[in-house]
């Protein structure tokens, strides 16, 4: 075995003898993060910003699906992720290829700071002792003064693929919140912060028979279309093929308590660096506003629970199929990122 490889058998098959014939192996490889997504800001960070929920699983945090990415701070710096968790609690996200530097530390901790954020999260290859140090110091403070205190989670991230397959990142954490901190945090999650690996967990966890009426009529519409839903831990993220680094964008997240999710900064290209102009207009927002009932200002509003109902189902579907229309229009003008 080669380093930066493991192999994973494959199930046996009898090869008509009454055998079973020699398994086949299945090649788990390891990569640098740089080998995966050339460019940190161009690719890694907006694939962060459009899968949130993977990191919010690692750090046992209920994060939204998608987040605003190089969001301008005091002076003029950029910090590379802004995430929401489940009550709109703020979680400021740094992410780096190699070790973890000075800056990146140091940035985050003065815009968390700034906002009053719940949380940091740094990502990086490798992360120093010292760093180490600095973040649990910090989370000590914050256990013993959990209102002013700036929970930090130092997490390293790596690429992996099996057989040649499309490169995935692997999220460990190495430094979190202390018990006292993190079980403060685990309050403040669902029981859906489990990973969902189907369809039939995720409409288990309906308290309410009309939106699981409601979600399954539009995800299985969207499915009978073509489209993909991706599964988070406590949503469904309707995805349609658009301009960006995926080839897939989001379009809306159904949440398990019939609350919708739409992500009109991600329209405007928050992440991608790509706005879908028909997706931008003053008559498109007034329309959101009126069906879902949010105020205007919001980037990424939800509606209330229990928005989604039989009755709202076709018009979310619509809706929906207004944003993917506009995307595939996107991709035919040419707005692909190379």
């Not at 995966?36 to 699906?65: H, K, M, N, R, Y």
């Not at 002792?129 to 700036?150: C, K, M, S, T």
């Not at 969207?222 to 599964?231: D, F, H, Q, S």
Request: proline share 5%; net charge negative; hydrophobic share 40%.
């Amino acid at each position: 075995m080669t380093e930066g490889h493991t192999e994973a058998m494959a199930p046996n098959v009898n090869d008509g003898t009454g055998l079973p014939a020699r398994s086949a192996m299945a090649r788990l490889e390891f990569g640098r993060l740089s080998e995966a997504w050339t460019g940190e800001a161009s690719d890694f960070t907006p694939l962060l910003a459009e899968q949130l929920d993977a990191i919010g699983l690692e750090i046992g945090v209920d994060l939204a699906s998608f987040g605003e990415s190089e969001v301008t701070t005091a002076g003029g710096r950029r910090i590379d992720i802004l995430a929401r968790d489940a009550d709109g609690s703020e979680f400021v996200i740094e992410n780096q290829y190699g070790r973890g530097d000075h800056d990146h530390l140091t940035r985050g901790l003065a815009y968390a700071v700034a906002r009053q954020a719940r949380g940091l999260v740094v990502v990086a290859e490798e992360h120093r002792d010292e760093f180490r140090a600095v973040a649990g110091y910090l989370n000590d403070l914050a256990e013993h003064d959990p209102q002013r205190g700036i929970a930090v989670w130092l997490v390293e991230a790596k690429a992996v693929r099996i057989a040649g397959s499309p490169w995935a990142p692997l999220f460990s954490t190495v430094v979190g919140p202390n018990r006292f901190t993190a079980s403060v945090e685990q309050a403040q999650l669902s029981a859906s912060a489990v990973p969902l690996s189907s369809f039939d967990e995720f409409w288990t966890m309906f308290a309410d028979p009309d939106s699981l009426t409601a979600a399954r009529q539009v995800v299985d519409e969207w499915r009978r279309l073509g489209n993909r839903c991706r599964l988070g831990p406590n949503h469904v993220v309707l995805e349609a093929a658009g301009p960006a680094k995926s080839g897939r964008r989001t379009v809306v997240a159904i949440y398990a308590d019939g609350r919708v999710l739409v992500p009109v900064g991600s329209y405007a290209g928050q992440n991608t660096g790509i706005p879908i102009l028909p997706l931008t207009t003053a008559e498109f927002r007034s329309h959101a506003n009126r069906l879902f009932g949010f105020n205007g200002s919001e980037l990424q509003p939800r509606t209330a629970i229990g928005w989604l109902t039989p009755a709202r189902a076709p018009e979310l579907l619509a809706f929906s199929n207004q944003v993917a229309s506009a995307y595939a229009t996107a991709r035919t003008d040419g707005q692909v990122v190379d």
